[in-house]
């Protein structure tokens, strides 16, 4: 068994920073790349970042230079630090990973989600 857990969300002003944390548990052999997507009410679930396991990294273009993802692979964890935030940074963020459980058996896990909410 697998499980993601995202924590680090919150309430947070126009301009102002948080940062969350997605940690892999379980029964893990190795978590291969690693992202961060978010759903704002009434739209699509969109990808805000991703991060290999050699640490190769990839924004959404709305995010692009404000946001930094990053990893610690001897913790399978990996972090999103979030800066300038708007309110169209408002939505459920969730985490997103490729994790082996043995060196054959690999599948895509999520966690529950983190609400995160920017006020104008």
């Known amino acids: 068994q697998v499980q993601l857990v995202e924590s680090g969300g919150g309430l947070v002003q126009t301009g102002g920073s948080l940062s969350l944390t997605c940690a892999v548990s379980?029964?893990?052999?190795?978590?291969?790349?690693m992202y961060w997507y978010r759903q704002a009410p009434g739209k699509e679930r969109e990808l805000v970042a991703g991060?290999?396991?050699?640490?190769?990294?990839n924004y959404g273009v709305s995010v692009n230079g404000r946001f930094t993802i990053s990893r610690n692979n001897a913790k399978n964890t990996a972090y999103l630090q979030m800066n300038n935030l708007n309110p169209e940074d408002t939505g459920v963020y969730y985490c997103?990973?490729?994790?082996?459980?043995?060196?054959?058996?690999?599948?895509?896990?999520w966690g529950q989600g983190t609400q995160v909410t920017v006020s104008s």
């Open positions: 991060i290999t396991a050699g640490g190769q990294t």
């Open positions: 379980g029964s893990v052999s190795s978590v291969r790349s």
């Open positions: 997103n990973a490729n994790v082996y459980t043995s060196y054959w058996n690999g599948d895509n896990y």
